[in-house]
Structure formats: C-alpha cells, structure tokens
C-alpha cells in the first residue's frame, strides 16, 4: 500500500528545513550569464546548475505534482504552493530562458500528450537536470501563422528524415534537445498534416546560428536541419495530429496551466527591490516623485500578481475555456512590461543615458526598456492574444479563413502564383 500523505504543514516545514540547509539565499547568489558566457564558461555555469537540479531532484522536490512512473512525485498541487512558498527567497536551479521552456512549457505538453515510452524516456532526466528542452516552433517563412510551417519530415522506411528551418528558438544554443513541429502530410489541410518530434540539438544535420537583438543580447537562435534522423520514439503525440498538441503548447506558453513556481520578482507584496536599488544607486529614494513612482510600479505588480491568481482560479474552474482565459495573461504581461520600464526609465533620469559596468542597475534599465515589447510579440502577439479573447471567450465570430480547408500544397502554390490583381 502506498505511504499516506505527510500533511501539508509538515511538508512545508521539512522542505523549509531542507532549502536552509542545501541551497542559499536568492540575495547571496547572483544569476548565471549564458548569453554573455564563452563556450567553455557556459559549460561551467550549466554544470553547476545541472548538479544543483539534481540536489533538488534527489531530495523529492522537483517534479512534485509529475506522476510517480515518470520520475515526480505525484503529490496534489498544494504541495508544490507550499514548496513554492518556502523556497520564494532561495536561490533554485537557473536555467535561463531554456528552463523556462523546458519545465514550464515543453515538459508539460509532453505529459499531456507523449506516450509513456516516450515519458519514461525523457522525463526523468529532465528532473535530473541531465535534458533541456527548447521550442523549435516558428519558421522564418510562416511569420505568426503557426499552421503554415515548411519545415517537413519526411518517412524513409523505419525513420524519419527532417529538413528546412525554425526560428526564435531562446535558449536553443546551450539546450540538450527541441519540441519540432513539423510537416508529415502535404496533400492535407494547414491545421492536419502536422507533427511534433523532439530533436536531439546536436545532431548531425543540426545547425544552430544565435541571432543578435537590439539590446546585445543573442538568445534567440534559428536553426537548419538537413535531413536529420529521427525515428518514431522521437514523435510527441500522433503523426498529423500536431496541431492538437500545438494549442496544448501555447497554453502552456501564455501562462495557463503552469506549475506554481516563485516569482522572478519577489514577493509583490513588498515594494519592487529592483526598482528601490535603482533609486538608491542614482540618490533619489528620498525624492517625492522617484516615491511615487515606485508606487505606481508597487500598485501594478500587485493588480498583476492578482490578476495571474484570478486567470489560474477561472482556468481550473472551466478547462474548456483554459485557451482563451490565458490569453489575458499574455496580454496583461504586454501591456505592463513597457509600462514599468518607462517607470524605471524616469527613475533612473540621466543615470541612464551613461553607465558603468553591464550589470548596474541604470544598464539594466536600457536593457529592460529595449526588451520591453517582447511579451507583445513572442508566443502570440497582442493582436493575436484579442483574438483569442473575443473568440474562446467572448464568443464573438471568428475571423474569415480562405485557406484552411485546402490541402497545404496547394495554399504554398497558390501563395506563390498570387499576383494580387483582381480579376
């Protein structure tokens, strides 16, 4: 017979005892740095975090929701709030941008629709630290219409081969492996023909080439695939039914359905830290307006902190509208980033015009203000997220489709012969 379930306040007592004696405190430990990292630095920094992963995994407090035969713990979800709650001021594993995607969005897309070989495969070492999983989702040709990727694999006896290109891909030059969606079936429909397949990053026949943005960072990656080899225990869900596991993806990656994890910016409760360093490290914290300011940021990371809570609330009270609901995250997070970067902007005055060092805190104003769109255009944009909205949740008619009953062939002929006259 299974072991009955420790209580939940026992259980927060020994996961706090636990972080105090095996991890430090977030405010004695600073963030690794993969994009600025050379080769062999980023290998030290990603090992460090692969052994402090497997601390936590060792110990029974990674994958605390994730059933027990893949490698979690299989405990209910006020488990993992507790172990949240308790772990909010320690310094947990740091993957970067590719853990963001492996835990919180490819890993929970696999278990929803990966087999259980393919489960017992790849799970366990994700909890190990030992595979981080990227998006290989967007093809430079698509632009935001997900169901128009090129990228094709292609059935050669027992395996699979794989060509053409993705792009957007953060994290995907330090990852283990990628979620590739891909076509299988031309002659059907844009929305069917499509399947998803993990990638192995290095592999023969994977490039992978770092794209350099605005504000001098080069997370963001695009990849060619020249006839890679895959075999079908690397298929996620069923050959052509992609698009069912892509709508379970951008759940995932617009904030639905995720697992309770500390907030990147500390309790909201508490006035913003950065925004108080900021102030302090320019003289102001004792300036009238710079006050007000910082209120004003304090004021909206509350209403955003509790706006997270009420979608999550609203997305377990009815799955059926889960899509949609969390596209109200998606939007909230595009329209408050640039918001508290102006904030941070004026906070900072002068101080942010000139600075010393990469990491004081004026530079990562300008860092911040330069980055602050990218919830608007990443993983849907606002357009897109309005959309969602007024269609899943609203019920207002969708927008006109021309091309989503045609075999995809003929939509990539069509496209190409368009001359855009009017007969």
Known sequence: MPEPLIGIEDYRRQAGKWLTANLPRRDEVSRPDFDGASDEELRRQIDAERAVQRRLYDAG????????????????????????????????????????????????????????????????????????????????EAGSDLAGVRTQAVRDGDRWLLSGSKIWSSGAYYADWGMCLARTDWDAPKHRGLTWFAVPVRAAGVTVQRIRQITGSAEFCQEFFDDVVLTDDDVIGEVNDGWTVTQTMLLFERGGGGEAQPRAGGDARRLPADLVELARSVGTLDDAHTQQLITRAHVDDVVRDQLMTRIGALMRLDPRLAAGVASYGKLAS??????????????????????????????????????????????????????????????????????????????????????????
């Open 61 to 140: 407090y990674a994958g605390i929701t994730w059933p027990v035969e893949y490698g979690g713990q299989g405990l209910p979800e006020e488990y993992e709030r507790a172990f949240a709650a308790e772990a909010r001021g320690f310094r947990l594993p740091d993957f970067g941008i590719a853990g963001g995607t492996t835990f919180g969005v490819c890993a929970r897309t696999m278990l929803a629709h990966g087999s259980p070989a393919f489960l017992r495969r790849h799970l366990p070492r994700i909890l190990a630290g030992e595979e981080l999983f990227v998006q290989f989702f967007s093809d430079p």
């Open 334 to 423: 595009a329209t408050f980033d640039p918001v508290r970067a102006n904030l941070a902007l004026e906070i900072a005055n002068g101080a942010a015009s000139s600075w010393n060092g990469a990491g004081t805190p004026a530079a990562r104003v300008v860092s911040d203000l330069l980055s602050s769109r990218f919830m608007a255009i990443a993983g849907g944009t606002s357009e897109m997220q309005r959309n969602s909205i007024g269609e899943r949740v609203l019920g207002l008619p969708r927008e006109p489709s021309f091309d989503s009953g045609k075999p995809f062939r003929e939509v990539v002929r069509d496209a190409q012969n368009w001359s855009g006259k009017v007969s």
